[in-house]
């Protein structure tokens, strides 16, 4: 789907009609939700030819199927990422137009569907760390603000706040950011500065305060143990603890240059451990919904030693597939048909995962 903005240029609408039309400004943000009653400031903005309406052009009419990004799809992603890093002026008007069509294709690439799940292993085959994980941490968090029942001007603003959270960390030097090994403690402070640089980066672009506040506050923790401001726990906007948690989930599962990322699974695990001390509870159960785990075809081995393939996933309990046995705790080849649902069979979990490259 490719999504533009379009000037209006009916002037028919009048004052107290209901707009059949989700209206924008220039900047595309949301000025008035179809089904609204127009307004007189509406209704002037519309005679003097300032407003827009998004325009959606379908490449693939089959738009219910369940689907994944493409790999075609999520490198023209990338790459505007890319671009918006590496450019000196980085905000005029219409990189922040360009910024909302883009956050609107991911939206609009997952709002028809709440079944659509994102694989992360497809996603680690991509390299340039920064670029990549601002990217993914934009997708995931779009998942999780749908699962949450955002929609309209707040899941724009949330998914946006998701794509540059990480902006001010091009401020920093390179050496320290590439860094093949841990940080000193020195250079861990230089890192900390990163989300009030990214604030400071978006001042000056009329940028909304719910994607101010994300960028930077998605370092603070629910204990009241993170920064820049330590806050805690309702303090902390939500918007910037849905990032939050996607943010050190995909910090996790990427690789780095001192070592090699976890396999989702354990870094759920991880994320799961720090529910009610780093992280919301709430966030964390509607993240663990948007994440597949354990793809199906993959291959398992459970606490018992039996190995096998996973063949269904429960969309609310990730963790915990149906699995068909292929081979017993003995190593044996299993003849008859064998199919434990882990969700209902809490004496088995799965202690490693081989993941098919096929998938």
């Given at each position: 789907?490719?999504?533009?903005?379009?000037?209006?240029?009916?002037?028919?609408?009048?004052?107290?009609?209901?707009?059949?039309?989700?209206?924008?400004?220039?900047?595309?943000?949301?000025?008035?939700?179809?089904?609204?009653?127009?307004?007189?400031?509406?209704?002037?903005?519309?005679?003097?030819?300032q407003l827009y309406t998004l325009q959606y052009d379908l490449e693939n009419p089959?738009?219910?199927?369940?689907?994944?990004?493409?790999?075609?799809?999520?490198?023209?992603?990338?790459?505007?990422?890319?671009?918006?890093?590496?450019?000196?002026?980085?905000?005029?008007?219409?990189?922040?137009?360009?910024?909302?069509?883009?956050?609107?294709?991911?939206?609009?690439?997952?709002?028809?569907?709440?079944?659509?799940?994102?694989?992360?292993?497809?996603?680690?085959?991509?390299?340039?760390?920064?670029?990549?994980?601002?990217?993914?941490?934009?997708?995931?968090?779009?998942?999780?603000?749908?699962?949450?029942?955002?929609?309209?001007?707040?899941?724009?603003?949330?998914?946006?706040?998701?794509?540059?959270?990480?902006?001010?960390?091009?401020?920093?030097?390179?050496?320290?950011?590439?860094?093949?090994?841990?940080?000193?403690?020195?250079?861990?402070?230089?890192?900390?500065?990163?989300?009030?640089?990214?604030?400071?980066?978006?001042?000056?672009?009329?940028?909304?305060?719910?994607?101010?506040?994300?960028?930077?506050?998605?370092?603070?923790?629910?204990?009241?143990?993170?920064?820049?401001?330590?806050?805690?726990?309702r303090a902390i906007p939500t918007n910037a603890q849905i990032v939050a948690v996607?943010?050190?989930?995909?910090?996790?599962?990427?690789?780095?240059?001192?070592?090699?990322?976890?396999?989702?699974?354990?870094?759920?695990?991880?994320?799961?451990?720090?529910?009610?001390?780093?992280?919301?509870?709430?966030?964390?159960?509607?993240?663990?919904?948007?994440?597949?785990?354990?793809?199906?075809?993959?291959?398992?081995?459970?606490?018992?030693?039996?190995?096998?393939?996973?063949?269904?996933?429960?969309?609310?309990?990730?963790?915990?597939?149906?699995?068909?046995?292929?081979?017993?705790?003995?190593?044996?080849?299993?003849?008859?048909?064998?199919?434990?649902?882990?969700?209902?069979?809490?004496?088995?979990?799965?202690?490693?995962?081989?993941?098919?490259?096929?998938?």
């Amino acid at each position: 789907m490719i999504t533009r903005l379009e000037p209006i240029t009916t002037t028919t609408f009048k004052v107290g009609e209901l707009s059949v039309l989700d209206l924008y400004n220039i900047q595309g943000i949301l000025l008035l939700s179809k089904g609204k009653p127009i307004t007189v400031n509406i209704h002037d903005l519309l005679l003097r030819r300032q407003l827009y309406t998004l325009q959606y052009d379908l490449e693939n009419p089959t738009q219910n199927e369940e689907r994944k990004f493409s790999s075609t799809e999520y490198r023209f992603i990338v790459g505007y990422v890319r671009e918006v890093f590496e450019d000196v002026c980085l905000f005029n008007t219409k990189r922040l137009i360009d910024s909302f069509v883009i956050v609107d294709k991911i939206i609009n690439e997952l709002e028809g569907n709440l079944q659509v799940y994102i694989d992360l292993n497809e996603f680690r085959r991509f390299d340039n760390y920064t670029y990549i994980h601002s990217v993914n941490v934009a997708i995931l968090t779009t998942l999780i603000g749908l699962k949450m029942g955002f929609s309209g001007q707040n899941l724009r603003n949330l998914s946006l706040g998701a794509m540059f959270h990480d902006l001010g960390k091009s401020s920093l030097p390179l050496k320290i950011l590439n860094k093949p090994s841990g940080l000193l403690n020195e250079e861990f402070e230089v890192i900390k500065k990163h989300p009030v640089l990214g604030e400071e980066m978006l001042k000056f672009a009329d940028i909304p305060k719910d994607i101010l506040s994300i960028v930077r506050h998605h370092h603070e923790r629910w204990n009241g143990e993170g920064y820049p401001d330590g806050l805690r726990q309702r303090a902390i906007p939500t918007n910037a603890q849905i990032v939050a948690v996607v943010d050190v989930f995909d910090a996790l599962v990427a690789d780095r240059p001192y070592r090699k990322g976890l396999p989702p699974y354990h870094a759920l695990e991880i994320i799961m451990a720090g529910s009610g001390k780093d992280f919301n509870h709430e966030v964390i159960k509607y993240f663990r919904q948007c994440l597949i785990l354990y793809p199906q075809g993959s291959i398992v081995t459970l606490n018992t030693g039996e190995m096998g393939t996973v063949v269904g996933i429960h969309q609310n309990y990730p963790s915990r597939p149906l699995v068909k046995i292929l081979f017993d705790q003995n190593g044996k080849f299993v003849n008859e048909e064998r199919i434990y649902d882990l969700l209902k069979d809490l004496t088995r979990f799965i202690q490693s995962v081989k993941f098919n490259s096929a998938i």
